[in-house]
């Protein structure tokens, strides 16, 4: 059974920065992408972020040039989220996923919340 260790989350003022990680273990399997979703109260979960295996990095237009999602060279299923320039909006649950051939897995979230 895959399972996935975020840490991370906090308190932060707009225009702030915070680095989410998630380390996924466990998995018989490649692990092929991961992500990050995010949800805000009263709002349906939102993609934020993918990583491929092969790096290949895809952002939601409303973090794009803002944050930055990256896996690790050395522990290649170990994913970063370097959040910068942080805005009010952005306070969600932040919870990362991966995926192998069969399944999508998930972490049990972070919180972040930014201060205006």
């Known amino acids: 059974q895959v399972q996935l260790a975020e840490s991370g989350g906090g308190l932060v003022q707009a225009g702030g920065s915070l680095r989410l990680s998630c380390a996924a273990s466990?998995?018989?399997?490649?692990?092929?992408?991961m992500g990050w979703y995010r949800q805000a109260p009263g709002k349906q979960r939102e993609w934020v972020t993918s990583v491929t295996s092969g790096r290949t990095v895809n952002y939601s237009d409303s973090v794009k040039g803002r944050f930055t999602c990256s896996r690790d060279n050395a522990a290649k299923n170990t994913m970063y989220l370097q959040m910068n320039s942080l805005k009010p909006e952005d306070t969600a649950v932040y919870f990362c996923y991966a995926e192998d051939i069969y399944t999508r897995y998930w972490g049990q979230g972070t919180q972040v919340t930014v201060s205006s």
């Open positions: 466990g998995s018989r399997f490649s692990i092929e992408t």
